[in-house]
């Protein structure tokens, strides 16, 4: 006989705590480290202004594409 199922509730969203808000804490510290507007970060993300204060508050899943544009945009203050 096997195990009943668990409800869904039982399980954490992630094991390691909310990755969004990991993503949003650490975007708005390196933006802020490198002198950068949130206007500035989108457009070298190629992100709406819009899309980046959602990250930034929190309210973004760190996807692959994601974090690539934020990775190369943030890398340093002068990319170009």
Do not use: N, W, Y
Not at 9 to 19: C, K, R, S, V, Y
Not at 45 to 62: N, W
């Amino acid at each position: 006989m096997s195990e009943p199922r668990r409800p869904i509730e039982d399980f954490p969203a992630h094991p390691d705590g909310d990755p969004a808000a990991d993503l949003a804490h650490a975007v708005r510290e390196r933006r802020a480290a490198l002198g950068l507007s949130v206007e500035e970060l989108a457009e070298r993300t190629k992100l709406t202004v819009h899309q980046v204060r959602a990250i930034e508050s929190g309210h973004a899943a760190p996807t692959l594409p994601l974090l690539t544009a934020l990775a190369g945009a943030l890398r340093t203050a002068f990319t170009a």
